[in-house]
């Protein structure tokens, strides 16, 4: 199991295998954030520290929340506002030691324009 953490340490993240693959998207928010997105059925991944330690952005259609640690203030994860069977959430992968960046397959994604993927 692979164990990430926020700057601070407040939230940590357990993740049920390790990524084969990250996506990089260009959207108003990920660009922002410079996330690194792993995807993960929803409920499979074990966060501590949220949402006890976490605060949360809705935006845009108000389906997820952006969540990050509340005293760091690094993006852990994003997650469904209401889940439904087969959803997933993202982790965000630079809260991880960088060398599992080594052997994955990055995409980049267009999500501020064609929401596809552009490679």
Request: aromatic content about 8%; charged content about 20%; some cysteine.
């Amino acid at each position: 199991m692979l164990v990430g953490t926020c700057h601070c340490g407040a939230v940590t993240i357990e993740l049920p295998s390790a990524p084969e693959k990250a996506t990089n998207c260009n959207c108003s928010i990920c660009r922002r954030l410079g996330g690194l997105w792993a995807y993960y059925e929803f409920g499979t991944v074990r966060i501590t520290g949220h949402p006890e330690k976490t605060q949360e952005y809705v935006h845009g259609d108000k389906t997820l929340r952006t969540v990050r640690c509340a005293t760091c203030g690094c993006t852990t994860h994003w997650e469904p506002l209401t889940p439904q069977p087969g959803a997933q959430h993202g982790v965000n992968l630079r809260n991880f030691d960088p060398k599992i960046l080594d052997s994955l397959q990055i995409r980049r994604f267009g999500g501020a324009d064609t929401w596809t993927f552009l490679d």
